[in-house]
């Protein structure tokens, strides 16, 4: 990926013999914060959230990054990175993939040593997903209104050291996503998480199914929701 910039989103100059390669993103924000998902949970992270997103699932919490934003170079962002003393990164949105640009910036990140997660929908090819990442990757529930927009054949991609979410609304979901993991074999990828989606599942009862059920996936809270209600930025 690196040295082989993306149409569309980059511009390359030659100027004698050099060649300038300048990337770009459209970015809602980047701030400083505390994951508050995944294997990762608790831990002091940046997040870059780039603009934009091609589903509009109808629990979504971020409708804010659908657009807007600034556009910013990658000398940018890594300018702002670098105030922050912290190497460990989110890439979310929004659907950042949705973006070319992005899978170069996961490469950049992750060559200036940045341990680097990435949140995806799983309706964008993560074939080409800097192999260092650790791809955080949703299969939309029908619940959601865009289960026809996962695109299963990323299932083929994903490492032992990604994860798997499913955001459950109701008990059809549930049902549905224990359906999934069992015929695509998904225990043997990597770890599944399970979250309840806000406002439409209790908690308690996603917990108390999983344990009836004996799952083998990780049950999650949103921590940012309950440390702070889910304020823009945190
Ligand atoms: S994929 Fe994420 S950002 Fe896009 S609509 Fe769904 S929840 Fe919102």
């Not at 105030?83 to 190497?87: A, D």
């Not at 659907?95 to 070319?100: G, K, N």
């Given at each position: 990926m690196r040295g082989s910039p993306l149409a569309g989103d980059a511009c390359v100059a030659p100027t004698s013999s050099i060649i300038i390669t300048m990337s770009t993103l459209r970015i809602t924000e980047i701030f400083y914060s505390l994951?508050?998902?995944?294997?990762?949970?608790?831990l002091p992270t940046i997040f870059i959230r780039l603009t934009g997103c091609p589903l509009r699932c109808q629990?979504?919490?971020?409708?804010?990054?659908f657009k807007g934003g600034s556009l910013k170079s990658f000398e940018d962002i890594f300018t702002e990175l670098d105030?922050?003393?912290?190497?460990r990164v989110t890439v979310t949105g929004g659907?950042?993939?949705?973006?070319?640009a992005c899978f170069e910036l996961l490469t950049e990140l992750c060559d200036k040593e940045y341990a680097v997660s990435l949140e995806t929908?799983?309706?964008?090819?993560?074939?080409?997903?800097?192999?260092r990442v650790c791809t955080v990757m949703d299969l939309k529930t029908p619940a959601s209104e865009e289960?026809?927009?996962?695109?299963?054949?990323n299932l083929a991609f994903i490492k032992k050291s990604d994860q798997i979410k499913f955001v459950i609304c109701d008990r059809k979901d549930y049902e549905w996503s224990k359906e999934m993991i069992s015929t695509h074999k998904l225990n043997d990828k990597c770890e599944i998480l399970f979250s309840a989606s806000h406002e439409e599942l209790a908690p308690k009862d996603l917990a108390q199914w999983i344990l009836d059920d004996n799952l083998k996936v990780r049950f999650q809270l949103q921590l940012h929701k309950v440390l702070w209600d889910d304020a823009k930025g945190r």
């Open positions: 994951q508050g998902e995944t294997s990762f949970v608790g629990y979504c919490d971020t409708e804010y990054a105030k922050i003393n912290c190497k659907e950042p993939l949705a973006q070319r929908s799983g309706a964008i090819d993560i074939s080409k997903v800097d192999e289960s026809d927009k996962n695109k299963l054949e």
